[in-house]
């Protein structure tokens, strides 16, 4: 038998690879992957990174999810240049028969009980810039800037800015952020409280891997929980959020994982967490 040719890669094939899943100790790392365009967003690229996502929230073993671009950037925003020629997300020749925003990856980042760090490489802007607000914790790089360009090229914060940005920064400085659309440095992003720290651009992986082994080694039922009663938070009364999580302390009593904290604690040992 002879040895035929690798067939070449499809359009297909090329596309898969624009957004790069990999998982390895309880940890998902997703990366938006078009270098040469510092991670613009195609149409295709939504569906597959909302894959990815969902991917990891729906497998067990999952228990931190870490958010990146590769290269230089973390995303540039959506493609404006496939938008000029008419083909991409924007462009006057793309029909959208029903529209629905159920699954696009701002609104499963959002929904998600599986926490999400973002590792903000280099900048991120328009799109990229609401996609990181949605992440639970933000490491940015000291190189890199937040560029809230909407009201620039006139559009809006359409994936989450308009909700996220008042309940971060507070009503006055989220108008500042929007209105002017001013691009951010690293040291202002930190101290208006856009992300949690700025890493020296060398650290960024090594610290991004710290945060992600923190989080893993503790419960992941109670980290998930955790993050379902924050969510439910923003939006319930004092009383109603209260009845809720006493609802889900009680189910959390009942895991091996509450009796194994327990025991750890008593027996002064790292604890042993399974997640069931």
Known sequence: MTDRPAAAPT??????????????????????????????????????????????????????????GAGRGFCAGLDLKDATRGSGIGSRGQRIDRPTTRDLPTVVLHQMDTPVIGVLNGAAA????????????????????????????????????????????????????????????????????????????????????RWADRIVANAPLAVSATKRLFRHGQTADFEGHSHHVLLQMIHLMGSSDFREGLASALERRDPRFVGA
Do not use: K, Q
């Open 11 to 68: 359009a297909d094939d090329e596309g898969a690879r624009e957004v790069l899943y990999e998982v390895g100790d309880h940890v998902a790392t997703v990366t938006l992957n078009r270098p040469e365009r510092r991670n613009a967003i195609t149409a295709p690229m939504l569906g597959r990174l909302t894959a990815a996502l969902l991917r990891a929230d729906r497998d067990p073993d999952v228990r931190v999810v870490l958010l990146t």
């Open 126 to 209: 328009g799109y990229g810039f609401d996609l990181a607000l949605g992440c639970d914790l933000r490491l940015l790089a000291a190189s890199a800037t937040l560029i809230p360009a909407f009201t620039r090229i006139g559009a809006v914060p359409e994936s989450g800015g308009t909700w996220y940005l008042p309940r971060l920064v507070g009503w006055a400085r989220a108008a500042e952020i929007a209105y002017l659309a001013e691009d951010i440095p690293a040291t202002e992003a930190e101290r208006l409280g856009l992300v949690n720290r700025v890493v020296a651009d060398g650290e960024l992986a090594g610290e991004a891997a």
